[in-house]
Nanobody, 116 residues
Framework: QVQLVESGGGLVQPGGSLRLSCGASGFTFSRYAMRWYRQVPGKERELLASIATTGSSTNYAESVKGRFTISRDNAKNTVYLQMNNLKPEDTAVYYC?????????WGQGTQVTVSS
């Protein structure tokens, strides 16, 4: 079955960087676009970035454009989110997402906390 496993979250100071990873299994990873979302308690899940199958096309939310970079390694079935110049308002649980057929799949999430 489809599995997505995020890692790389943690506590970082404002202005710092983190790289999140999401390992995928159970589907042909290279055939599907991938996305990163985040969620703060009490708010809707927010789409941050998406990447096409080959990585040739990416899109970003305005809130992270210029600071976050999505990438993928199809040989490793992994999608990444490089996060630079982190701000306290980036504190959230971060999720990767795949839409396979008509079903949406999510990982368990990884907590990112930006605080001094």
């Amino acid at each position: 079955q489809v599995q997505l496993v995020e890692s790389g979250g943690g506590l970082v100071q404002p202005g710092g960087s983190l790289r999140l990873s999401c390992g995928a299994s159970g589907f042909t990873f290279s055939r599907y676009a991938m996305r990163w979302y985040r969620q703060v308690p009490g708010k809707e899940r927010e789409l941050l970035a998406s990447i096409a199958t080959t990585g040739s096309s990416t899109n970003y939310a305005e809130s992270v454009k210029g600071r976050f970079t999505i990438s993928r390694d199809n040989a490793k079935n992994t999608v990444y989110l490089q996060m630079n110049n982190l701000k306290p308002e980036d504190t959230a649980v971060y999720y990767c997402n795949a839409i396979v057929g008509i079903r949406w799949y999510w990982g368990q999430g990884t907590q990112v906390t930006v605080s001094s």
